[in-house]
Nanobody, 111 residues
């Protein structure tokens, strides 16, 4: 039911930063949580981060303090701030809510 659009991906050097945005067609507080996942070719999507409707955040172990998930003042937008990026972070990043997924945004980290 919800339409999700990711943006903000691009090509960055190792150690760089990006802000990814997830913009929804309705308030994301409708759902118990909003999640970010990522996927590389030939690999299943893996969990990156989530935020609940009470703004509790959770992260995958590989994040190690480098990423931050947050909400905009607008209820239909969630961010994922990526810092200290590594080549291993190269992937298509997706946001999801209640089983609905966006089209993804490509993050490429060069050495």
């Amino acid at each position: 039911q919800v339409h999700l659009v990711e943006s903000g991906g691009g090509l960055v050097q190792s150690g760089g930063s990006l802000r990814l945005s997830c913009t929804a067609s309705r308030s994301l507080f409708t759902y118990s949580s909003v999640r970010w996942h990522r996927q590389t070719p030939g690999t299943q999507r893996e969990f990156v981060a989530s935020i609940t409707n009470s703004n509790a955040a959770s992260y995958a172990d590989f994040v190690k303090g480098r990423f931050i998930i947050s909400r905009d003042s607008a209820p239909n937008i969630v961010y994922l701030d990526l810092h200290s990026l590594k080549p291993e972070d190269t992937a298509v990043y997706y946001c999801a809510a209640n089983g609905w997924w966006g089209q993804g945004t490509q993050v490429t980290v060069s050495s």
